[in-house]
């Protein structure tokens, strides 16, 4: 039987020269952790980040289906529509398009719960604001009110002028040329402010109409109102 060598058993100076470094950096952790009061294990294992947790708050806010909106006006009554879409298949329509001016209010609106949790509130919204000429004293707007005693709070958005519709044919209506040329502003607002009012708001979106001259409308369209914070809420355990 060939001898067996023991002093095949040593090791090389590299590996005694890497064992070496390794028992150095595995005290240095350990007196590093000590130093700053922690253990190994909380040290070792990385902290997730929290990411923001958000809540649309809006029932249909594309208005695709006829839910969540209550609709306000009796001479020009708002109406779901697809004349104008920004997405999906339907949009909102507020105002007169093609019929004669009245004095009259076309309005929706949605009362909100805003969540305890929220630490910040936003407004977005798609919007095609259509003014005739000479539209006098018509105004396009969105305001909000509190819902426990419908005191007004602020206004959001208000415009009294806007897009001219173009008929490029000359026939005198607006057909899909002239509304393929003309995108949907965007609208967002800060409404965070509101959460040190109430908890519980009413949105009112709004045309007004005075009768006289050109007439005026509002298509509305991807509505969203936004609670959002840095964590998400504890839903709670039940119980037996």
């Known amino acids: 039987m060939r001898p067996f060598n023991v002093s095949s058993l040593a090791l090389s100076p590299q590996r005694l020269l890497l064992r070496?470094?390794?028992?150095?950096?595995?005290?240095?952790?350990?007196t590093t952790t000590l130093l700053l009061g922690g253990s190994l294990g909380t040290f070792a294992l990385p902290v997730a980040q929290s990411q923001a947790y958000c809540e649309d708050l809006l029932v249909n806010p594309g208005f695709e289906t006829r839910s969540g909106w209550e609709?306000?006006?009796v001479e020009s009554p708002p109406q779901y529509t697809?004349?104008?879409?920004?997405?999906?298949q339907w949009s909102m329509r507020l105002g007169?398009?093609?019929?004669?001016?009245?004095?009259?209010?076309?309005?929706?609106?949605?009362?909100?719960?805003?969540?305890?949790f929220a630490t910040s509130l936003s407004l977005f919204m798609r919007y095609w604001p259509i003014n005739g000429s000479n539209a006098g004293n018509d105004l396009q707007y969105v305001d909000i009110y509190n819902a426990y005693n419908n005191q007004f709070i602020k206004r959001i958005w208000s415009a009294t002028t806007s897009i001219t519709i173009l008929d490029i044919d000359g026939d005198g209506d607006t057909d899909e040329v002239d509304a393929a040329i003309?995108?949907?502003?965007?609208?967002?607002?800060d409404l965070t402010d509101i959460k040190g009012v109430t908890d519980r708001i009413r949105i009112f979106f709004a045309v007004t109409n005075d009768g006289g001259g050109?007439?005026?409308?509002?298509?509305?369209?991807d509505v969203q109102v936004r609670a959002c914070d840095s964590q998400p809420p504890v839903t709670p355990t039940p119980t037996a």
Do not use: K
């Open 214 to 221: 050109g007439t005026t409308a509002l298509y509305l369209d």
């Open 71 to 73: 609709l306000v006006g």
């Open 82 to 88: 697809t004349d104008r879409v920004y997405r999906g």
């Open 20 to 30: 070496r470094f390794q028992r150095l950096l595995l005290l240095g952790l350990l």
């Open 182 to 189: 003309q995108e949907w502003p965007f609208l967002g607002s």
């Open 96 to 116: 007169i398009v093609g019929a004669t001016n009245i004095p009259s209010i076309s309005a929706v609106q949605q009362t909100i719960q805003i969540p305890t």
